[in-house]
């Protein structure tokens, strides 16, 4: 998108439907971006980061950040394009983000308009209410930073392909040829996480994918390595809050049939 000429348009939109598996290859925007889903899971990732974003929350992506979206189940979105020069109190950096009752009509209302022209009183006063929406977004804990160190970065291919396993550090450590104390100098250096906390996470935003795609609560805790399905509801709750089934219901019903 372009700003140039200033045309009036303070904020755009556009709904979209995508299949499970599309990808969105790696672009930016010289407009802001709030990404809003309402079917099934997104998977943001930039240079840095990893957010999953799923059903009844949105991801921010601001101007100029490079970002790629792959899509589990399929995939609902409806886009707000906000002027950068707008605001200067929106977020700075990629986040997701509950969606208020509020914000979502506002999405819903904007799609239906097409977009909003400050020079219209009526889309103006709406774009003011949209922005007050946007400046107080409530962040979600749904991102997984990356390592850039090549050893890091083993490790990260390695639990990704089998989140189930639950070899230690050491074994991990040993297996690309490094040592377990690099690795976790690297993790805290790098993600400002420690590996096993890293690895806590990605773990829980798998199984949000796997939780979209239409597994049950106790599939998913094995798929991801816990021991029990206790275990599972007990670390979910203490990352987000609540249990899967009310993530899920206290945002509103997932679309994608996902039995939780």
């Not at 189940?73 to 986040?95: E, F, N």
């Not at 999405?107 to 889309?123: F, N, W, Y």
Request: aromatic share 6%.
């Amino acid at each position: 998108m372009n700003t140039e000429p200033d045309d009036g348009l303070d904020i755009r939109s556009l709904a979209s439907g995508y299949p499970t598996g599309f990808v969105i290859d790696s672009h930016a925007h010289v407009w802001h971006q709030l990404v809003y889903a309402t079917r099934g899971v997104m998977t943001v990732n930039t240079a840095d980061s990893s957010w999953v974003v799923p059903s009844h929350r949105a991801v921010w992506v601001p101007a100029g950040v490079e970002h790629e979206i792959e899509m589990v189940g399929t995939v609902s979105l409806r886009t707000l394009y906000v002027r950068a020069s707008l605001s200067s109190a929106l977020p700075k950096q990629c986040c997701v983000v509950n969606v208020s009752p509020l914000l979502r009509e506002l999405i819903l209302r904007t799609i239906q308009i097409g977009m909003l022209d400050r020079k219209v009183p009526a889309q103006k006063r709406m774009t003011g209410v949209i922005l007050d929406q946007l400046e107080t977004l409530r962040t979600v804990p749904l991102r997984l930073p990356m390592p850039c160190d090549a050893r890091a970065l083993r490790v990260v291919e390695l639990v990704r392909a089998s989140p189930s396993e639950t070899h230690s550090l050491d074994h991990i450590a040993r297996e690309i040829g490094a040592g377990k104390r690099t690795i976790e100098r690297l993790f805290l250096a790098e993600t400002e996480m420690s590996f096993g906390k890293w690895r806590q996470q990605l773990r829980m935003l798998h199984a949000l994918r796997l939780l979209a795609a239409g597994e049950s609560v106790t599939t998913v805790a094995f798929a991801v390595g816990y021991d029990s399905t206790s275990a599972f509801i007990s670390a979910f709750k203490t990352t987000l809050g609540t249990t899967p089934g009310r993530y899920y219901a206290e945002h509103g019903a997932n679309k994608s049939g996902t039995r939780i």
